[in-house]
């Protein structure tokens, strides 16, 4: 079992940068993808950005260039630095961790959330 926890969010004004950081407990493996999502007010929950073991990296078109992921899997740690903050990043962001077990089977773990807000 993997339970992840977010932690980070807050208030910023647009222009303004945030680090989000997830920590996980129980053991990531390689075979484990990590990513952030984020679920806008009345909207639903969207890809931010991802990576692999490996380090490749997957970012959603409106974060590319602003947004960096990063990992430390010996810390079994995400982090998600936002910067050049806009009101349309604000959001719930959740961190996830997609763990295969086989080609076509996985199980996804989530964290609880946290809340970004983005003024004008």
């Known amino acids: 079992q993997v339970q992840m926890v977010e932690s980070g969010g807050g208030s910023v004004q647009a222009g303004g940068s945030l680090k989000l950081t997830c920590t996980a407990s129980g053991h990531i493996t390689d075979s484990c993808r990590l990513g952030w999502y984020r679920q806008p007010p009345g909207n639903q929950r969207e890809m931010v950005s991802t990576?692999?073991?490996?380090?490749?990296?997957a970012y959603g078109d409106s974060v590319k260039g602003r947004f960096t992921i990063s990992q430390d899997r010996g810390k079994n740690t995400l982090y998600l630095q936002m910067n050049n903050l806009q009101p349309d990043d604000t959001a719930v962001y959740y961190c996830?961790?997609?763990?295969?077990?086989?080609?076509?089977?996985?199980?996804?773990?989530w964290g609880q959330g946290t809340q970004v807000t983005v003024s004008s």
């Open positions: 990576i692999e073991a490996d380090g490749t990296t």
């Open positions: 996830l961790a997609r763990c295969y077990i086989a080609k076509a089977t996985h199980y996804d773990y």
